[in-house]
């Protein structure tokens, strides 16, 4: 198990800071980001929060999975590897 969590399902107008609130209830918060659009700014509706420990994650989960914020059911689970992608120019677009 990672300390790193995947958390879904979140309000579009939700900030960083209440994220961080909501989890340093259940440890010690890393890192926390919620991620956007990068063309509109927007949020994408999901973040990553990383945990200082393994059984902090884990508690996480287990406390907030399912639970509410800001009117929205979250939904945390724990962060999957990013696949790698490739950057660049692609001739196989053309």
Known sequence: ???KLYVGNL???LQEDSLRETFAQHGSV???KIISDRD???????AFVEMSSVQEAQ???SSLDGSDLDGRGLRVS?????EKRERG???NRW
């Open 11 to 13: 309000s579009f107008n």
């Open 89 to 91: 120019f692609s001739s």
């Open 1 to 3: 198990m990672s300390n």
């Open 59 to 61: 508690d996480a989960i």
């Open 30 to 32: 890393v890192s926390c």
């Open 78 to 82: 724990e962060a999957k590897p990013q």
């Open 40 to 46: 509109t700014g927007r949020s994408k509706g999901f």
